[in-house]
């Protein structure tokens, strides 16, 4: 007897998205692949940094690849959610078996402080989408001063200090964080991308001032300044006198403006380190407060789901059921409805829609993976649906006010793209408007 076809729709095209999508056609399952973007490749393509040619090649010669599968349909520049051309109802009504959401995390966190909406405070995820160029943020502008802090110690802050020292050559950039330097989150060889711009005589008055909070808590401050300055072995050579330097145990408290509304200072409160039940530390404020002369405030501390999608949201994070009927590897991956306190039927999620700004594209790659398989654990518990979801769901797209990417359109903005890096002597080229990408198919 043969088996009846199933059907789901991955939500989002990253590497999460992508990965999973392949698992789910290797096992027979048509896969509808919906791309708020006009390209596939969501934070593998638009949020490494932008001179990583080679890996960024690399990882499109896979996603290339994933795509040919027969099995994957792809609609590209179509948004889903609350305010998009379809809902998550939408495509449940259309008969898809299940859904995968792997769209990511697109809102941004903040603080809260006073003056966040000083002109020069910008939050990273736009600047590395604008170095990507990702439309529509590759047309913005963004007024960077000679002095920039950054809030947060990871690889985030990492790239964002990379691109204002490489590529706008700024006066300084300082490092904010809440905790010591025994608690960075950056990688030693993306560390190594700044590393020569280490203020090495401020760096070493910041580890003398922070040693007595550390040793109080029983951290080794001489390890913690050996992994900071063993990325000087590594270190690109420096190309502008940038200084780069770190505020440790010090949390912003506010942002100061001056007459015309822009940054001219970030006040920030002392911290010392307290220890939990568990080993771990927290930071306690302590009353005492100093400022940073900046004029420009970058905020690299994580993202967070985007509550308009059309899913519960708590903790920066779409719910999942906490007690999954189909774990994997003892993780849930089954969206769940906190109201009715019950998962919400055939939705899963996955990558950074399940745990945000988590991990790297291996990461997204498995955990996208990861969440196929809770798909394929559910699939074998329901019948199969009736019609043709792919059929419906493109007879819908073809009432969309804006034109919808096929594979064979992204295959070609590809080449075309590929082709005009060629003409201009360049290692790589894109539109940087969704209007230009359109224009070079020939459908805008």
């Known amino acids: 007897m043969e088996q009846a076809q199933r059907y789901v729709a991955v939500v989002g095209a990253g ?44 990882l499109r010669r896979q996603f290339r690849k994933i795509l040919q599968e027969a099995n994957i349909a792809y ?131 910041e580890m003398e001032r922070v040693r007595p909070r550390m040793e109080a808590v029983g951290q080794d401050v001489e390890a913690a300044r050996r992994f900071i300055l063993s990325a000087l072995e590594k270190a690109d050579p420096p190309v502008s006198e940038t200084r780069f330097s770190f505020a440790f145990l010090s949390s912003p408290k506010r942002i100061l403006g001056d007459e015309a509304g822009r940054v001219r200072a970030l006040e920030v409160e002392d911290t010392a380190l307290e220890l939990k039940e568990n080993g771990e530390t927290k930071a306690v404020r302590l009353g005492t407060t100093r400022t940073l002369e900046v004029d420009t405030v970058i905020f690299c501390i994580g993202d967070r789901v985007d509550e308009r999608f059309g899913l519960p949201v708590a903790w920066n994070e779409f719910v999942k059921n906490p007690e999954p009927r189909f774990p994997v590897d003892g993780i849930s991956y089954e969206a769940y409805d906190p109201q009715r306190e019950a998962p919400i039927e055939g939705v ?34 329901r019948p199969p649906s009736s019609g043709d979801p792919l059929a419906a769901l493109e007879s819908r797209l073809q009432e969309a006010s804006q034109p919808v990417i096929s594979k064979a359109d992204w295959l070609r903005l590809t080449e075309i793209e590929e082709a005009e890096a060629k003409k201009r002597g360049l290692p790589t080229f894109k539109f940087g408007t969704n209007e230009e990408m359109l224009a070079a198919l020939g459908t805008g």
């Open 75 to 205: 609609f590209g520049n179509v948004t889903i959610g609350e305010n998009g051309n379809l809902t998550l109802d939408d495509l449940r009504r259309m008969g898809f078996d299940a859904i995968l959401v792997t769209v990511g995390a697109q809102g941004t966190k903040w603080l809260g402080l006073e003056g966040e909406n000083l002109k020069g405070v910008y939050h990273a995820k736009d600047i590395v989408y604008h170095y990507n160029q990702l439309p529509p943020y590759s047309r913005m502008e963004f007024f960077i001063g000679r002095r920039a802090a950054l809030i947060g110690v990871g690889n985030v802050m990492v790239d964002i200090a990379h691109w204002l020292t490489h590529d706008r050559k700024i006066d300084a950039v300082t490092a904010v964080a809440r905790r010591g330097p025994a608690e960075v989150k950056f990688d030693k060889a993306e560390f190594a991308h700044i590393a020569a711009y280490l203020d090495l005589e401020a760096f070493e008055a």
């Open 15 to 58: 590497p999460a998205g992508l990965y999973a999508a392949r698992k789910l056609a290797a096992a027979g399952v048509k896969v509808a692949l919906l791309n708020r973007d006009i390209k596939p490749g969501g934070l593998a393509e638009y949020g490494i940094y932008h001179d990583k040619h080679r890996m960024k090649n690399g």
């Open 348 to 381: 899963f999620v996955a990558g950074w829609a399940r745990k945000a700004s988590y991990g790297l594209v291996g990461m997204a790659r498995q955990d996208g993976e990861r969440g196929a398989r809770a798909v394929l654990e559910y699939l074998k518990t």
